[in-house]
């Protein structure tokens, strides 16, 4: 059974940064999963922050985002990360690793297009609070 689990949470002031691991297990992650990372401020709707496709590695990042967070992966240790710098108020939520598998990240022009009903695994998520 495939299980995420998130860690790496915290609370940071404006301008920080946090890494945040995904950590893969019950399953090998192949060259052609999409595995990415969501989140969810109070109140709001769900979004899609960051992705990458195992099969060669591109990387599709949020409108809100771009060019302040990476998402990377480690096959060794079968894990996901999400970089963040330059940490901003409304980056605060719970940011979820979603898995889905044997299919590629849908995108447009490099932004993903982020869909809950494509994401069947998600890990139980982790805290990030910005905030002075």
């Known amino acids: 059974q495939v299980q995420l689990v998130e860690s790496g949470g915290g609370s940071v002031q404006p301008g920080g940064s946090l890494r945040l691991s995904c950590a893969v297990s019950?399953?090998?992650?192949?060259?052609?999963?999409?595995m990415g990372w969501v989140r969810q401020a109070p109140g709001k709707e769900r979004e899609g922050v960051a992705a990458l496709y195992t099969g060669g590695g591109s990387t599709y990042y949020g409108d809100s985002v771009k060019g302040r967070f990476t998402i990377s992966r480690d096959n060794a240790k079968n894990t996901l990360y999400l970089q963040m710098y330059g940490l901003k108020p409304e980056d605060t939520g719970m940011y979820y690793c979603?898995?889905?598998?044997?299919?590629?990240?849908?995108?447009?022009?490099?932004?993903?297009?982020?869909?809950?009903?494509?994401?069947?695994?998600w890990g139980q998520g982790t805290q990030v609070t910005v905030s002075s």
């Open positions: 019950g399953y090998t992650l192949t060259n052609s999963d999409c």
């Open positions: 979603v898995a889905s598998l044997d299919r590629p990240c849908l995108h447009n022009s490099g932004i993903w297009n982020y869909r809950a009903q494509d994401f069947g695994y």
